[in-house]
Nanobody, 127 residues
Framework: QVQLVESGGGVVQTGGSLSLSCAAA????????MGWFRQSPGKEREFVAA????????NYADAVKGRFTISRDRAKRTIYLQMTTLKPEDTATYFC????????????????????WGQGTQVTVSS
């Protein structure tokens, strides 16, 4: 079983930047794609970004393309989400997750494709 711990959230002004981290412990995540999702109060959890097990492919939600960058360090068992030019609509709890499928080369964008989830880290963008 894998445990995921997100960190790096906080309060930032519109136009600012934040960098999130997600560290894995327990079972190995090196051969699994991993992703970031977010959820605001009253809304469904939505896909933000994901990266394949070998970092060859990434995918982003249209709302964050060009502003967010996902990366991973397999040796540190950590994925990152660099967020720039933040907007109030980016305010949400951000969750990282591990894909259910080993060695998947195509980035999955639906939450049902992911098996393990962290507790989330809050990002608040003030206007």
């Amino acid at each position: 079983q894998v445990q995921l711990v997100e960190s790096g959230g906080g309060v930032v002004q519109t136009g600012g930047s934040l960098s999130l981290s997600c560290a894995a412990a327990g079972a190995s995540t090196s051969n699994y794609a991993m992703g970031w999702f977010r959820q605001s109060p009253g809304k469904e959890r939505e896909f933000v970004a994901a990266i394949t097990w070998n970092a060859q492919n990434t995918n982003y939600a249209d709302a964050v393309k060009g502003r967010f960058t996902i990366s991973r360090d397999r040796a540190k068992r950590t994925i990152y989400l660099q967020m720039t030019t933040l907007k109030p609509e980016d305010t949400a709890t951000y969750f990282c997750a591990v894909d259910q499928n080993l060695f998947r080369d195509v980035v999955a964008t639906t939450s049902s494709d992911y098996a393990s989830w962290g507790q989330g880290t809050q990002v608040t963008v003030s206007s």
